[in-house]
């Protein structure tokens, strides 16, 4: 059995938009919607804030403030495990941008887009127009306003 833990950040503005990348990988054919997200665990000890902040900087070009939480996602299928936490972010330095060709290399990454969307042109589009069904879900939740405090999530001793 195999878990991966992620980390997703919804980015937004202060009207409201929800900044989003377009994204190839290998099981869709074209390029589609993402949140950004990463990995947990995979550089070294950090904690899931750092993770979240080092994501937006290396898939957006941007620093943000953390604000909320979003939830946690749990999904399994055979021999794998996910697990998502999802952050609600703003930037504070930096505009939004892809990263450049070789750094998307290094993190293993097709990023072909960015955007900010309103709710009502996210509320337009189909659950193919993402990455994947757990993404529009999410976005969909996020939409009606399913925010919890950063506190919800504490760093112990093993």
Same mark, same amino acid.
């Given at each position: 059995?195999? #878990?991966? +833990?992620?980390?997703?950040?919804?980015?937004?503005?202060?009207? =409201?938009?929800?900044?989003?990348?377009?994204?190839?990988?290998?099981?869709?054919?074209?390029?589609?919607?993402?949140?950004?997200? =990463?990995?947990?665990?995979?550089?070294?000890?950090?904690?899931?804030?750092?993770?979240?902040?080092?994501?937006?900087?290396?898939?957006?070009? @941007?620093?943000?403030?953390?604000?909320? +939480?979003?939830?946690?996602?749990?999904?399994?299928?055979?021999?794998?495990?996910?697990?998502?936490?999802?952050?609600? +972010?703003?930037?504070?330095? =930096?505009?939004?941008?892809?990263?450049?060709?070789?750094?998307?290399?290094?993190?293993?990454?097709?990023?072909?887009? @960015?955007?900010?969307?309103?709710?009502?042109?996210?509320?337009?589009? #189909?659950?193919?127009?993402?990455?994947?069904?757990?993404?529009?879900?999410?976005?969909?939740?996020?939409?009606?306003?399913?925010?919890?405090?950063?506190?919800?999530?504490? #760093? #112990?001793?093993?």
């Amino acid at each position: 059995m195999s #878990t991966k +833990a992620k980390l997703g950040i919804f980015i937004v503005n202060d009207k =409201g938009q929800l900044l989003l990348i377009k994204e190839k990988i290998k099981k869709n054919p074209e390029p589609r919607w993402n949140i950004i997200k =990463g990995s947990y665990g995979d550089n070294g000890i950090e904690s899931i804030f750092d993770t979240a902040k080092r994501e937006c900087q290396e898939e957006v070009s @941007v620093k943000v403030e953390l604000k909320k +939480a979003l939830g946690c996602y749990i999904s399994q299928k055979e021999d794998t495990i996910r697990i998502q936490f999802n952050l609600l +972010a703003i930037i504070i330095d =930096g505009e939004p941008k892809i990263s450049n060709t070789e750094e998307q290399k290094n993190y293993d990454e097709n990023i072909t887009e @960015v955007k900010w969307f309103t709710k009502e042109e996210l509320k337009s589009l #189909t659950k193919e127009k993402f990455i994947s069904g757990r993404i529009f879900t999410m976005i969909n939740d996020w939409m009606t306003g399913q925010e919890y405090p950063l506190e919800i999530f504490k #760093t #112990t001793e093993m």
